[in-house]
């Protein structure tokens, strides 16, 4: 842990440098199976350990480090091919001592108690909406986080429960272990209690995943804060909380912390969102002022500090008063990026090459690290997306190429993605700065509208920013390059989407696109005002 601790404090005075590449959305697993029965043994855990014979075969074929979204994937791909497959899972606690189960970071502490947590509080906006549809609703709603809390943890246990199940149906071997390699064909794992194992293996793929930041020169961070990684396991509400970050984790859990009820503030250093389209960054933040959510725009924390009452003291400095200024919260959530742990699997021992500044792993086309025959999938790797559905493709992809006859790679272009704010935003392709840098603003189109979702008008709902942008190339075919859609259900709209401008879609065919009536998807195929023309782009009527 301190060596990840150690990597958590690097990089947190710079900017940020996520790639943005673009996503979309889902896990592999949903089993839903109830975690009655007591989990099967790791079949690792009946095993005596196998001594490592350097002129002998290997005892596997393929030995995956990380049970997560990226590893499960490559590991079960791999057996379906009838290969001696073995996954080295390992959660070490948060500085918190929160700990989870078999499946990684989407699973457990990211993907999927966030995205229920945000649907419920969509559940919240949709009571309101509801008495003006009619529905009598005892005032005053308020919302039990303990309830809410308990239902998501449950969920995650029987998603944990089902991976291991899974596991054990494709005889892949499991070890609840923590992986550090001792050479390039072995890898030492080593139990919660300290018990050791040696895997020898011909091929081995590194799926280690990241873990939250700490901004460790802020004095009381590590002590006070929390970050996503104890979030979605509190059992008791965070009350009033002061997230600090501003993109996807920041946005997406002041988003649901706001719609549950909760006094929530996001502290901003910069802007939001970096490397998304800015023009609908801003929208996604002031809808979230307009719903309830505070900013605090250009400051950033410099000490939190436990007062008697139990509450945090966060100071902080104002940048653009040059002022300092504090305010007492429940609870402060870091939310400043994610780091990898490379540093405890002994890399360097066995060549694999790290980039210096982030710690990532290096690697080519296809996700071959410098050593041969050892890889790395998922948010490990330098410059990938760190998204699900990119870590899963590219390790089923990679099981593919191994032991299958397939040469296809892991295509990272056009991914799609969603941040899941309360007014969702879901975009493919290029933002338009990124369009206008590659292309020049004089060869770009943009069209756009602002439309009201039918659902909001009875609800007297404000549609201020449910807004769609689509960036196309101006030559005549008009060839998409990025879309972007502020609305409900934006991770669904740009989900169908994507698969056109992955196939060239052009601003005709899009016109030539029968929209399905009534809904905010169909915007997009009724986009035909062009930003240049500086026409209001509000749409009126049907
Ligand atoms: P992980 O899923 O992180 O798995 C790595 C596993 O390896 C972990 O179980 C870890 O404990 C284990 N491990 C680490 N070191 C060792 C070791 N030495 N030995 C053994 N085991 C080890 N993506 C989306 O696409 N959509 C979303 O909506 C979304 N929401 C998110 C919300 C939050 C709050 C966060 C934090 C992330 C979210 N993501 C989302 C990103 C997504 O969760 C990650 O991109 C994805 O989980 C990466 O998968 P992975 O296989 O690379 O690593
Ligand atoms: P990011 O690296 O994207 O963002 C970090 C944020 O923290 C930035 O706003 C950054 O500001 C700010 N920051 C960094 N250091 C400090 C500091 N010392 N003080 C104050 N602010 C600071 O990380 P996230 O954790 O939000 O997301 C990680 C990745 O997880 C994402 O890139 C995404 O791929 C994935 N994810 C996907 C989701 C989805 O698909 N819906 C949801 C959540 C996560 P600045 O811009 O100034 O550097």
Redesign the pocket.
């Known amino acids: 842990m301190a060596a990840l601790q150690r990597r958590r404090l690097l990089g947190?005075?710079g900017?940020?440098r996520?790639v943005?590449a673009l996503?979309g959305?889902g896990c592999p697993l949903g089993s839903g199976l109830a975690e009655a029965a007591p989990p099967p043994k790791a079949p690792g855990e009946d095993l005596p350990s196998p001594s490592h014979d350097p002129h002998g075969k290997n005892e596997y074929d393929l030995l995956v480090i990380g049970g997560g979204s990226g590893g499960l994937a490559c590991a079960k791909e791999a057996a379906q091919f009838g290969r001696q497959v073995a996954v080295l899972d390992y959660v070490e606690p948060s500085p918190q001592g929160t700990k989870w189960g078999l499946g990684g970071t989407c699973v457990n502490v990211?993907?999927i108690p966030?995205k229920l947590m945000h649907q419920a509080a969509l559940l919240g906006s949709a009571l309101k909406d509801a008495q003006h549809y009619g529905w009598n609703i005892a005032q005053p709603v308020h919302h039990t986080w303990s309830v809410m809390a308990q239902a998501v943890q449950n969920y995650v246990k029987s998603l944990n429960w089902g991976h291991r199940v899974q596991l054990q149906d494709k005889k892949v071997k499991y070890f609840n272990m923590k992986g550090s390699f001792s050479d390039p064909h072995t890898v030492r794992g080593l139990t919660k209690g300290g018990k050791e194992t040696i895997v020898t293996a011909e091929n081995i793929v590194i799926a280690t995943g990241g873990r939250?930041?700490y901004?460790m020169h802020i004095a009381g961070a590590l002590e006070y804060g929390i970050t996503s990684d104890d979030l979605f396991w509190l059992k008791e509400s965070p009350g009033k909380t002061l997230v600090?970050?501003?993109?996807?984790?920041?946005l997406?859990c002041a988003g649901f912390l706001t719609g549950i009820g909760l006094d929530t503030t996001v502290?901003?250093?910069?802007?939001p969102l970096?490397g998304f389209d800015q023009q609908m960054a801003s929208l996604v933040t002031e809808h979230m002022e307009s719903y309830g959510t505070k900013f605090l725009k250009r400051c950033?924390?410099t000490k939190v500090e436990k007062l008697e009452s139990n509450r945090l003291q966060v100071t902080w400095k104002n940048t653009d008063l040059g002022t300092e200024e504090t305010d007492s919260f429940d609870t402060v959530l870091w939310?400043?990026?994610?780091a990898p742990d490379t540093e405890t699997l002994n890399l360097e021992t066995v060549g694999v090459k790290t980039n210096s500044e982030t710690g990532k792993i290096i690697v080519d086309a296809s996700e071959a690290t410098s050593v041969p025959h050892i890889y790395a999938v998922g948010d490990i790797t330098e410059g990938r997306?760190?998204?699900t559905p990119t870590a899963i493709a590219a390790g089923k992809l990679l099981a593919q190429r191994l032991f299958g006859q397939s040469s296809e790679l892991m295509d990272y272009d056009n991914v799609p993605?969603?941040?899941?704010t309360p007014l969702e935003y879901g975009c493919v392709g290029l933002s338009e700065e990124a369009a206008v840098q590659c292309y020049g603003s004089d060869n770009i189109e943009v069209y756009h509208a602002y439309y009201k979702p039918l659902e909001f008008t009875v609800a007297e709902r404000d549609a201020t920013q449910c807004y769609v942008k689509m960036v196309c190339l101006r030559e005549r075919a008009q060839r998409i390059l990025g879309l972007h859609f502020i609305g409900p259900n934006a991770g669904e709209v740009i989900q169908g989407f994507a698969l056109g401008i992955k196939c060239g879609a052009t601003y005709p065919q899009l016109m030539k696109t029968v929209g399905i009536h009534p809904t905010c998807a169909e915007e997009i195929t009724k986009l035909h005002i062009t930003k240049r023309s500086g026409l209001d782009a509000t749409v009126t009527g049907c």
């Open positions: 947190v005075s900017l940020s996520t943005r996503s959305m990211g993907c966030k939250p930041k901004p600090v970050g501003a993109s996807y984790v920041s997406e502290m901003m250093r910069s802007i970096r950033f924390p939310a400043v990026g994610r997306p760190e998204l993605t969603t941040v899941f």
